[in-house]
């Protein structure tokens, strides 16, 4: 995400951004895309503390462009991604084609994913975007197996008119859906964003 995303938050599509259009150019920030080296390491050392050390069964919601996707698949994990936007899930297919890896157009809220549980939810940047985060926490950990993990990845962006979700309000909404959860600052590492950032950031990993 950029103040540049959320400058444009306004309108009627989730979070006011036309995500069908944003895709062709999605991959272009350094945290989306993560072309470079040190970005793309970066969030490969992230992950690689966030997920399950084992493979297992991993939910992206919200997958975009699936580079995130790729990077679990890269570590073992078997996908399923899900987005509401079918050029952001062609783009990921194309990304990950060849991976054991299955992407759905669909909605995060209610992913369609019938009676399969998963022993990591993962969610980049979305949350902030759904109508009551509270209720959606709730169905995300009724879809993790016993022992599962949300990891979620949010943030404020902007300044003049901010958007996103404070780790505040993330943490005092999960509180009563998780067994214990752990809120990791994001902000002050440069390597993740590609530049020197002073929003807030941040991820949060719950153990249900
Ligand atoms: C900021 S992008 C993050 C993409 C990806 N998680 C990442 O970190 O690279 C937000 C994504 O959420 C998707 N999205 C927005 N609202 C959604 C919804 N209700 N259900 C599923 N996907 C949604 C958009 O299409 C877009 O791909």
């Known amino acids: 995400m950029t103040s540049d995303d959320a400058t444009t938050a306004t309108g009627a599509h989730p979070g006011g951004i036309d995500w069908d259009t944003a895709a062709a150019s999605f991959d272009d920030e350094p945290d989306h895309g993560l072309r470079d080296a040190d970005v793309r390491a970066a969030w490969a050392d992230r992950l690689a503390a966030w997920l399950p050390a084992r493979p297992g069964d991993l939910l992206d919601l919200g997958c975009g462009?699936?580079?995130l996707s790729l990077l679990?698949?890269?570590r073992g994990h078997r996908v399923t991604g899900v987005d509401?936007?079918?050029?952001?899930v062609e783009r990921a297919r194309a990304k990950l084609a060849g991976r054991d890896a299955v992407f759905l157009v669909g909605d995060a809220a209610r992913p369609p994913v019938g009676e399969r549980r998963f022993d990591?939810?993962?969610v980049r940047h979305v949350l902030w975007t759904l109508p009551d985060p509270g209720q959606v926490l709730r169905h995300w950990c009724g879809l993790l197996r016993p022992g599962g993990r949300l990891v979620l990845v949010e943030g404020v962006w902007g300044t003049v008119d901010p958007v996103g979700i404070p780790a505040e309000r993330l943490t005092a909404l999960l509180a009563p859906l998780v067994a214990r959860q752990r809120l990791e600052p994001l902000s002050g590492d440069a390597r993740l964003w590609g530049r020197p950032v002073t929003d807030e950031r941040y991820a949060v990993v719950a153990m249900v």
């Open 65 to 67: 462009t699936g580079s």
């Open 72 to 74: 679990a698949a890269e």
């Open 84 to 88: 509401l936007s079918p050029a952001m």
């Open 120 to 122: 990591a939810v993962l």
